[in-house]
């Protein structure tokens, strides 16, 4: 591949996310870095969200983030290892983090896309979500719906 890259834009008024692709014959050093660079200023538009360590204030990134529930009557955030608890509240977790990978599968907890491993879909009418790590969780009966909803937008590139 050359030193160089041509660049294109498109208007589409049927995305609601703009959409990146990268065409290349091969994957290269290069392409990562570019990619590198797309996700890291896609990030920088999303905030960090506060959550509490025992006596510290940690400012945690979005895509750290795996899951966010509610268990007797507190907000806990769960990373790949640690747990925190949150003085955000579940609809205001709802408004804040990044739509396009966060989405409620409960009236009590909230995923992260990005960290889901896969979707279990064998037993009939719910969903087990694997996350990479190996702990799961379950999509309430009700918004079963909306998951695959937003799995299918995923795969035609529209999430």
């Not at 030193?3 to 290269?28: H, M």
């Not at 999303?46 to 509610?70: A, F, H, N, P």
């Not at 009966?141 to 998951?147: A, C, G, S």
Request: charged share 35%; proline share 1%; net charge negative.
């Amino acid at each position: 591949m050359e030193n160089r890259v041509n660049i294109s834009f498109e208007t589409d008024l049927s995305c609601e996310f703009p959409q990146v692709i990268i065409k290349a014959d091969k994957r290269t050093e290069k392409i990562d870095k570019i990619i590198e660079a797309i996700e890291k200023c896609v990030h920088e538009d999303v905030s960090r969200i506060s959550v509490s360590d025992g006596d510290s204030i940690i400012l945690l990134e979005q895509k750290d983030i795996m899951r966010v529930y509610t268990e007797n009557r507190k907000v806990v955030v769960c990373t790949d290892d640690k747990e925190y608890e949150s003085k955000i509240t579940l609809r205001e977790f709802e408004e804040i983090l990044d739509k396009g990978y966060f989405v409620r599968i409960s009236r009590f907890e909230i995923i992260n896309l990005r960290k889901v491993f896969s979707f279990d879909l064998s037993m009939s009418g719910t969903i087990r979500v694997i996350f990479d790590g190996a702990s799961e969780t379950w999509v309430a009966r009700r918004y079963v719906k909306d998951i695959l909803r937003k799995l299918d937008k995923m795969n035609k590139g529209e999430v």
